[in-house]
């Protein structure tokens, strides 16, 4: 089970942290990933962090404003975002995935999900 938090209301340019609490699995093993979606378009990937933590991957959008971040002591993934603009407006969803060897940015390998949480950046 994952559990996400963290998202709310912010003016453009400003930040927010998200979190995700892992139970259930063996956190440590599995790349996490962050993904969000907005009405009627596709989930698309957003950050992704390698199991012991030492590779991250970004969105080009995203690339320079927000930092993946893990803690596999307390089972939690983090999402920091900074300068943050009304096109980061979503559903942030944060993602396990099948213990792959490799990280992925779709979302066909990841099989756990939280339940999502709503940032909304204002203009």
């Known amino acids: 089970q994952l559990q996400a938090s963290g998202g709310g209301l912010v003016q453009a340019g400003g930040s927010l942290s998200l979190s995700c609490a892992a139970s259930?699995?063996?956190?440590?093993?599995?790349?996490m990933g962050w993904f969000r979606q907005t009405p009627g378009k596709e989930r698309e990937f957003v950050a992704a962090?390698?199991?012991?933590?030492?590779?991250?991957y970004y969105t080009d959008s995203v690339k320079g404003r927000f930092t993946i971040s893990r803690d596999n002591d307390k089972k939690t993934v983090y999402l920091q975002m900074n300068s943050l603009e009304p096109e980061d407006t979503a559903v942030y969803y944060c993602?396990?995935?099948?213990?792959?060897?490799?990280?992925?940015?779709?979302?066909?390998?990841?099989?756990?999900w939280g339940q999502g949480t709503l940032v909304t950046v204002s203009s």
């Open positions: 993602a396990a995935d099948r213990q792959s060897k490799r990280v992925s940015t779709t979302l066909q390998p990841y099989e756990y």
């Open positions: 259930g699995f063996t956190f440590s093993v599995h790349n």
């Open positions: 962090i390698s199991w012991g933590g030492a590779n991250t």
